[in-house]
């Protein structure tokens, strides 16, 4: 297939049976790992102890895209052919069946990376004659020509995907411009700034987004990249727009039949499925069977809101939802996480609870930025007097 792709949920052709299960074991070869589940690291929820962790440390931060998170894996198939897959967090792999994608290699651009993972997120970018164009915005490199990279510090991972990996891409359309069009995607580095930067971010980073926005991502410097939850990146989302990801559970009333029911020929209870359902959120514990899920809370739809659920004419119970806390204390359903294999394990819950209790604000992290780069240029000068010491 030429051309651009026209999902982003849905990049490509989509892996399953024998060659997925395949598929799962050479990438955890490549990362000289012995689990199979989706290697990407995952951010824990901003909370206030969090403004403190940005003065001890060196962060970058980010704006965090309103896209599709995934891992892009550069191969080559059984041909010796260039080969691309998006991993997703269900750990599904999309097979990019489009042979006009070609990451060149720095000094020879008919040959191709291969065992190359990089991370990044798939998004919808607004053009300023109104027209979408799907974009990849790499933030992150697991391997490169398997040399795993997760040791290194952030800046060094950065500076060896756009060296090896993005600069010679951005050169061949420089090269050929016309290929532009032939392609399902384009990549992207995504800019990071001192996790001082606050200001440059909200007021010139954000306003000039070509793409949606739900947040900030603040990623330290020093610490490896870690496969699963990760301390190290966080999060940050206005208080009013944290989200949990649950189960939908719903009960359905059983009622008595009305007298014209009756008369109809309906005489036994049964369950109306035209009523609003009491519907319920569950979370993950992990582990099997039943008891791997629990109760979290009740989620309030509204008659008009079941009329359009309903309307949808698609399955409903045991969907992933995201939600949100009104200021009633109620919980709202805003969208459907079909892009999630399974709902926020409790402990997330917890977290995502914790910054909403917290509401670290933008006027709050305004008001942390001094006291951060104090702190970084602090960091900074001691090293340089530790270098000195040691000449």
């Known amino acids: 297939m030429d051309g651009p792709i026209t999902s982003i949920s849905e990049p490509g052709v989509k892996a399953s049976g024998p060659l997925l299960a395949a598929m799962r074991r050479e990438v955890a070869n490549i990362l000289d790992r012995n689990q199979t589940g989706f290697p990407g690291a995952q951010p824990v929820s901003f909370a206030r102890q969090h403004l403190e962790e940005l003065t001890r440390q060196d962060y970058y931060i980010c704006e965090k895209s309103d896209g599709i998170r995934y891992l892009l894996y550069s191969t080559e198939d059984e041909a010796g052919q260039e080969a691309h897959y998006l991993i997703d967090r269900k750990n599904d792999y999309w097979y990019i069946n489009n042979p006009n994608l070609h990451f060149p290699l720095e000094n020879n651009q008919q040959l191709f990376h291969v065992r190359t993972i990089t991370d990044g997120e798939l998004v919808w970018d607004t053009l300023p ?64 700034q001192l996790a001082y930067g606050i200001e440059m971010m909200f007021k010139q980073i954000l306003p000039s987004l070509t793409h949606g926005n739900d947040g900030l991502i603040f990623t330290c410097r020093n610490t490896p990249y870690k496969h699963g939850t990760d301390p190290h990146i966080l999060k940050w989302k206005p208080p009013e727009e944290n989200t949990v990801d649950c189960r939908l559970k719903l009960v359905f009333p059983t009622v008595e039949p009305t007298e014209e029911e009756r008369s109809m020929g309906i005489t036994e209870p049964f369950v109306d499925y035209d009523s609003v359902p009491h519907s319920e959120l569950i979370i993950f514990k992990g582990g099997s069977g039943p008891e791997q899920y629990e109760y979290f809370a009740d989620v309030d739809i509204s008659e008009e809101e079941w009329e359009t659920l309903k309307g949808l004419e ?78």
């Open 129 to 192: 004659d109104g027209t979408k164009e799907p974009r990849f915005l790499i933030f992150d490199c697991l391997v490169m020509d398997g040399q795993i990279l997760m040791d290194r510090t952030l800046d060094k991972r950065l500076a060896y995907v756009k060296e090896r990996l993005f600069t010679p891409y951005k050169k061949l359309f420089k090269e050929y411009p016309d290929e532009r069009k032939f392609q399902p995607f384009f990549l992207e580095m995504k800019p990071f």
């Open 314 to 391: 698609e399955p409903l119970n045991d969907r992933i939802v995201e939600c949100r806390l009104d200021e009633q204390g109620r919980w709202h359903i805003n969208r459907f996480r079909d892009d999630k294999h399974e709902a926020n394990h409790k402990t997330t819950v917890m977290s995502v609870m914790e910054s909403i209790r917290d509401g670290v604000s933008e006027k709050d992290l305004y008001n942390a930025a001094g006291r951060i780069r104090d702190s970084w240029k602090a960091r900074q000068a001691r090293q340089r007097q530790g270098k000195e010491g040691q000449q």
